[in-house]
């Protein structure tokens, strides 16, 4: 007796936390299936900028050569930052007309990086990948947005608890795998439903888990950045900017102070909130494929060009660095993207059948209530 209240009170949590998320669980996996292959789809739709082909010993030029070449090509403007393309000899040095760049206002130049000759501007523009990510990142409604679906992640996470701990003692009565055929269309619907439940319950949890957690990316980085940068950056920031120093020499020294660490891009100085008006911001990331996804800044002074300043970054961001590409199966290349797709298209057909499945039984209790008031009236007289 006791277990079958327990039983139907986890059957109403499992019933009421599903219809909450359902539909905002189904527009998120919907518009994550594309981006499971975002990288595949932006490759075959854009036409990127791609370096010309030359025999692999071809020596890269320095970094101060790419700034020269594109202080050429827009003279009297700001280099504002490159960033370095580890797979392509390819460098990106973005250019502004005034030292703080107004959004829009600025270019962003792809130079290769053996001959410091120009290869195009990337014009900033939103495609179609752009518009689904952002949907599915916050619905186009901001921080709000993101908190909102982080919440229902949470409801997501208690649903497919319920569903496992109503559904178990059912699913032992059967052979794992059993759909019963003969039977009517929603027990076929609930057999199907309970079985893709289960296979992909692992996957759900983590993809439910990982996608809560990036929500939080922005407040996150909003935390660290009020807690850290104000100290580091304090004695700084009255100063005027710095000339440009040699980047190429910092790089070196990043690297040769850390070698475990690759350069991703390199921030000049500047007075604007996203850098210092003293240093180099020289972006970093690991050499392993895990670690390739936790990014670090080191602080070169732009004045002596060898103090660096490297602020740990705390293990929550970590965190967050580590979740977000296990979001979109991005660890393991093409194979465990095609393993996420299928494992995305076997949860959009439980969140459907169980869409299905509460209809049917509304409408079978709707069926109901005049034949047993049916039956009440007759037994009276």
Same mark, same amino acid.
Request: net charge positive.
């Given at each position: 007796m006791?277990?079958a209240?327990?039983i139907?009170?986890w059957?109403?949590?499992? &019933?009421w936390?599903?219809?909450?998320?359902?539909?905002?669980?189904?527009m998120?996996?919907?518009?994550?299936?594309?981006?499971?292959?975002?990288?595949?789809?932006d490759?075959?739709?854009e036409?990127e900028?791609a370096?010309?082909a030359?025999p692999e010993a071809?020596?890269?030029?320095?970094?101060?050569?790419?700034i020269?070449?594109? /202080?050429?090509r827009?003279p009297?403007?700001?280099?504002?930052?490159?960033?370095?393309?580890?797979?392509?000899?390819?460098?990106?040095v973005?250019v502004?007309?005034?030292?703080?760049p107004a959004?829009?206002?600025?270019?962003?130049?792809?130079?290769?990086?053996?001959?410091?000759?120009?290869?195009?501007?990337?014009?900033?523009h939103?495609?179609?990948?752009?518009?689904?990510?952002?949907?599915h990142?916050?619905?186009?409604?901001?921080?709000?947005?993101e908190?909102?679906?982080?919440?229902?992640?949470?409801?997501?996470?208690a649903?497919? !608890?319920?569903?496992?701990?109503?559904?178990?003692?059912?699913?032992?009565?059967?052979?794992?795998?059993?759909?019963?055929?003969?039977?009517?269309?929603?027990?076929?619907?609930?057999?199907?439903?309970?079985?893709?439940?289960?296979?992909?319950?692992?996957?759900?949890?983590?993809?439910g888990?990982?996608g809560m957690?990036?929500?939080?990316? &922005?407040?996150?980085?909003d935390?660290?950045?009020?807690q850290? !940068?104000?100290?580091l950056?304090a004695p700084?920031?009255?100063?005027?900017?710095?000339p440009?120093p040699?980047v190429?020499?910092?790089?070196?020294?990043?690297?040769?102070?850390f070698?475990?660490?690759? %350069?991703?891009?390199v921030?000049?100085?500047t007075?604007?909130?996203?850098g210092?008006p003293q240093?180099?911001?020289?972006? &970093?990331?690991g050499a392993?494929?895990?670690?390739?996804?936790?990014l670090?800044p080191?602080?070169?002074?732009?004045n002596?060009?060898?103090t660096?300043?490297?602020?740990?970054?705390?293990?929550?961001?970590?965190?967050?660095?580590?979740?977000?590409?296990?979001?979109?199966?991005?660890?393991?290349?093409?194979?465990l993207?095609?393993?996420?797709?299928?494992?995305?298209?076997? &949860?959009?057909? %439980?969140?459907?059948?169980?869409?299905?499945?509460w209809a049917?039984?509304?409408?079978?209790?709707?069926?109901?209530?005049?034949?047993?008031?049916? /039956?009440?009236?007759?037994?009276?007289v």
């Amino acid at each position: 007796m006791v277990q079958a209240r327990t039983i139907r009170l986890w059957s109403r949590i499992h &019933t009421w936390t599903s219809l909450v998320c359902m539909l905002f669980l189904l527009m998120l996996c919907v518009t994550g299936l594309p981006l499971v292959f975002h990288d595949e789809i932006d490759d075959l739709l854009e036409d990127e900028i791609a370096a010309p082909a030359m025999p692999e010993a071809t020596p890269r030029l320095s970094l101060d050569r790419m700034i020269a070449a594109a /202080q050429a090509r827009f003279p009297g403007q700001y280099v504002l930052l490159l960033n370095l393309k580890q797979a392509e000899p390819l460098v990106t040095v973005a250019v502004s007309p005034t030292a703080v760049p107004a959004p829009g206002n600025f270019h962003r130049l792809t130079l290769d990086a053996r001959t410091a000759e120009m290869l195009g501007e990337e014009t900033p523009h939103q495609d179609v990948m752009d518009i689904v990510l952002r949907i599915h990142k916050d619905m186009f409604a901001g921080l709000p947005g993101e908190l909102f679906l982080g919440a229902m992640g949470l409801v997501f996470a208690a649903s497919i !608890i319920s569903g496992v701990v109503v559904y178990w003692p059912f699913m032992r009565r059967l052979d794992f795998g059993t759909i019963r055929r003969r039977s009517s269309p929603r027990v076929k619907w609930l057999d199907t439903h309970n079985l893709l439940g289960i296979v992909t319950v692992t996957w759900t949890i983590v993809v439910g888990l990982t996608g809560m957690i990036n929500t939080l990316a &922005t407040p996150l980085f909003d935390l660290w950045r009020a807690q850290l !940068i104000p100290v580091l950056l304090a004695p700084h920031l009255d100063k005027p900017v710095a000339p440009i120093p040699s980047v190429q020499a910092a790089v070196e020294l990043v690297c040769a102070r850390f070698p475990d660490r690759l %350069v991703t891009s390199v921030t000049m100085p500047t007075s604007a909130r996203f850098g210092s008006p003293q240093h180099l911001v020289v972006w &970093t990331k690991g050499a392993t494929p895990f670690t390739a996804r936790m990014l670090q800044p080191m602080l070169v002074d732009a004045n002596d060009g060898k103090t660096i300043v490297a602020p740990e970054v705390p293990w929550y961001l970590k965190t967050l660095q580590v979740s977000r590409p296990l979001h979109f199966g991005d660890y393991g290349g093409l194979p465990l993207k095609i393993v996420w797709a299928l494992l995305d298209v076997m &949860t959009i057909i %439980v969140l459907v059948s169980g869409i299905y499945l509460w209809a049917a039984r509304r409408r079978s209790s709707a069926r109901r209530k005049p034949l047993d008031a049916g /039956q009440t009236a007759a037994a009276g007289v």
